[in-house]
């Protein structure tokens, strides 16, 4: 009998890749944790990319279209990292947020609050890739902590730049 598509759920798979599943299963949540508040960042660096004005105007949309972009890339990497660690990637916006330790920003405020509240942010992004890379080093899952690891350095750099402009 064919199977109903009701069946094609994305589930957990068996994996022999030498970290437990207790081990993964905590590495997912950690990296459920990282995506959906990398999602939540992509939305406000986008908002601020659209709404900056003001003389930085230029440096700002365009160094705000480098981040998520790169952000949008690592999202994907990251979500797929779930999928090959043997579990379910986040799905939904509202999970997402749920998940997210980044607070969402709805209204719109001056150029200058809204680089400076993207600056905590990816300071906030960083402490939580390296206790991601602390608790995949933990277990030895060398490719999660390899994967995290990059991210650390990207978004330390993004707030210095960032903080720069504001400077
Ligand atoms: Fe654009």
């Known amino acids: 009998m064919a199977q109903s598509s009701m069946q094609n759920i994305a589930r957990e798979f068996p994996v022999k890749s030498g970290v437990d599943r207790k081990d993964r299963k905590k590495l997912a949540q950690m990296l459920t944790k990282i995506v959906g508040s990398s999602h939540v960042l992509y939305a406000k660096i986008r908002g601020v990319h659209w709404n900056v004005v003001g003389p930085a105007f230029y440096s700002l949309h365009k160094m705000t279209e480098?981040?998520?972009?790169?952000?949008?890339?690592?999202?994907?990497?990251?979500?797929?990292?779930?999928r090959a660690?043997?579990?379910?990637?986040?799905?939904?916006?509202?999970?997402?947020?749920?998940?997210?330790?980044?607070?969402?920003?709805?209204?719109?405020?001056?150029?200058?609050?809204?680089?400076?509240?993207?600056?905590?942010?990816?300071?906030?992004?960083?402490?939580?890739?390296?206790?991601?890379?602390?608790?995949?080093?933990?277990?030895?899952?060398?490719?999660?902590?390899?994967?995290?690891?990059?991210r650390v350095g990207v978004h330390e750099e993004a707030a210095w730049m960032l903080r720069a402009i504001i400077s």
């Not at 480098?66 to 990292?81: C, H, P």
């Open 85 to 150: 660690i043997g579990f379910s990637a986040p799905t939904g916006l509202a999970t997402m947020m749920e998940d997210s330790i980044i607070t969402d920003q709805t209204s719109l405020i001056n150029a200058n609050d809204m680089v400076q509240e993207l600056v905590e942010d990816h300071e906030k992004m960083a402490c939580l890739l390296r206790d991601g890379v602390g608790a995949a080093d933990e277990v030895d899952d060398v490719k999660t902590a390899d994967m995290l690891t990059e």
């Open 66 to 82: 480098e981040q998520y972009e790169d952000l949008n890339t690592a999202i994907d990497d990251m979500a797929e990292r779930i």
